[in-house]
């Protein structure tokens, strides 16, 4: 479904006319210098020729395309990922179906359940017991996260859920929706408690404040709102994306919301309004704009690390970057996966990093060179 909706996301058409006109301009160029005559210079000024560079330049920022793991699974795109509270496991999912729970050292598979048609996110709880995932459904499916075997099964009341997220105390999820609904639901029960429908387009992702007072939505309708997460009361809405919001993380300081743009598809024609916007969560002025991933490059995922100090965020460029969520200087760029980096997740003591990706792998690598 994501590359359906990624289709003439390269810019070809416009890079050969620009390679028309800068051979134009070398001709142009070559004509001028055959018809004049000049001076002849003097052998004694002639200037001497510059000796050829022998060596590359340097990087203006640490490459890493090592991994640590790569987990190979599943057999389809792996839509989303979430680690374990303790960072010893990770769950994913995937286009093929499954969740998979799988050791982060060893890259062991330790269970898979086969949940839906399409497994398009996982979310794993706070406290560690039980792992949510939904897809094209639209059901919820808890599973136990010691054996991967089905507790529940919950309707998130739409055609199919995009996002999906646990309370910090664990007593609730909200479901985005491609209806344009998030549906918050009794974790214990799956009666549904609250249905927000503040938005006009599918929501793409859900994100807790860390006190659990307020939810943010990220839409297709380019918005990004926040409400209160007892009654419903919109609070903000951040217009400031200019195309459909694709991505979204809450900093666990609370201070600041990270959301990702994509405009690809029958969404939005415009490929330059592809970005990540740092911003206030309580007065939503934009603090930073991060284009690190290029025009023409959705962003699919972002992440904080555990200190609020930086973010990781991946994308149509099949490159994952960390980067200062103050300056949006690029801190580190990851070149290990060959497709779409689809989601991404800092381990909860901030050393790794898990990225998967439309090249049906999941990889863990190390956020520092």
Known sequence: MRRSVLQGMTGFGKLLARREQYFALCCLLLLLAACSTPSPVPASAATPPTPKATSSPTPAFPTNSTPLITYKGQSNNVTALSW???????????????????????????????????????????????????????SITILDAATGHKLAQYHG?????????????????????????????????????????????????????????????????????VWDARTGKKLLTYNGQGGPVWSLAWSPDGKYIASGTGA????????????????????????????????????????????????????????ARVWDPITGKTLLQYTGHSDLVLAIAWSPDGKYIASSSADYTAQIWQTQT
């Open 264 to 319: 690809q598809g029958h969404h939005s024609p415009d490929p330059t309004n592809n970005s990540v916007k740092v911003w206030d969560a309580t007065t939503g002025e934009t603090i930073v704009t991060y284009k690190g991933h290029g025009d023409g490059n959705a962003v699919f995922s972002v992440s904080w690390s555990p200190d609020s100090k930086r973010i990781a965020s991946g994308g149509a460029d099949k490159i």
């Open 84 to 138: 374990s509270p303790d960072g010893k496991r990770i769950a994913t999912s995937s286009d093929d179906g499954s969740v998979h729970v799988w050791d982060a050292k060893s890259g062991n598979t330790l269970w898979q359940a086969d949940i839906e048609r399409y497994a398009f996110v996982v979310a794993w709880s706070h406290d560690g017991k039980k792992i949510a995932g939904a897809g094209f459904s639209g």
């Open 157 to 225: 009341g739409s055609s199919f859920t995009l996002g999906l997220a646990w309370s910090p105390d664990n007593t609730l999820l909200a479901a985005g929706n491609d209806d344009g609904t998030v549906a918050i639901l009794d974790a214990a029960t799956g009666k549904q408690v609250l249905l927000y429908k503040g938005h006009t387009d599918s929501v793409a992702q859900v994100t807790w404040s860390p006190d659990s007072k307020r939810i943010a939505s990220a839409s297709y309708d380019k918005t990004v709102q």
